[in-house]
């Protein structure tokens, strides 16, 4: 079973900085990753997937990039509203499984 | 727009039984897959069961194997996940949520809370 670790498990930022979220799979996934931002109180919320697709309506400061063990989530100038947690997912093929990082926590400097 | 309203949450205790419901909008909802995912209080997200859309496959997530049955009606445009011998274990905020090509989620209702405890 693969499994996907993310880091920092916290990040503390300003707003206007740059976020950069790091997720590593146990094994290759290729290009089949997806990042979700959810905040307090909220369902999650796709934002990129297949590593690099920003899903409809997700501002262009969102940048996924990566392939292989290797992804990252890029926010190029963090805004008030992206301080949340955001997790990365995979299906693994066998057993048909959907898994889910631990998370990564953008929060305020 | 599409809409994904879940119900039947509530408070149980361990061993018994909930049935929870998805009512889904503003989508051709006998075309797509659709998935069952948890948030235990203050934790993670853990994906709970997932049924192609037309029931032809269903998955579970290993931790609820035989407890937990998934289906759909796809006549009334909703999706359930029948919950039996709880645990409190189970306790956590439930989602359904729509497939995307077979291996994402791009939309998601409110959630619905699940509360196992004597």
């Known amino acids: 079973e693969i499994v996907l670790t993310q880091s920092p498990a916290t990040l503390s930022l300003s707003p206007g900085e740059r976020a950069t979220l790091s997720c590593r799979a146990s094994q290759s996934v290729s290009s089949y990753l997806a990042w979700y931002q959810q905040k307090p109180g909220q369902a999650p919320r796709l934002l990129i997937y297949d590593a690099s697709n920003r899903a409809t309506g997700i501002p262009v400061r969102f940048s996924g990039s990566g392939s292989g063990t290797d992804f990252t989530l890029t926010i190029s100038s963090l805004e008030p509203e992206d301080f949340a947690v955001y997790y990365c997912q995979h299906r693994s093929d066998w057993p048909r499984t959907w898994t889910f990082g631990r998370g990564t926590k953008v929060e305020i400097k | 727009q599409v809409q994904l309203v879940e119900s039947g949450g509530g408070v149980v205790q361990p061993g018994r039984s909930l049935r929870l419901s998805c009512e889904a909008s503003?989508?051709?909802?006998?075309?797509?897959?659709m998935r069952w995912v948890r948030q235990a209080p203050g934790k993670g997200l853990e994906w709970v069961a997932a049924?192609?859309?037309?029931?032809?496959?269903?998955y579970y997530a290993d931790s609820v194997k035989g407890r937990f049955t998934i289906s759909r009606d796809n006549s009334k445009n909703t999706l359930f996940l029948q919950m039996n011998s709880l645990r409190a274990e189970d306790t956590a905020v439930y989602y359904c949520a729509r497939d995307r090509y077979q291996k994402y989620f791009d939309y998601w209702g409110q959630g619905i809370m699940v509360t196992v405890s004597s």
């Open positions: 503003g989508f051709i909802f006998s075309s797509y897959g």
């Open positions: 049924i192609w859309y037309d029931e032809t496959n269903k």
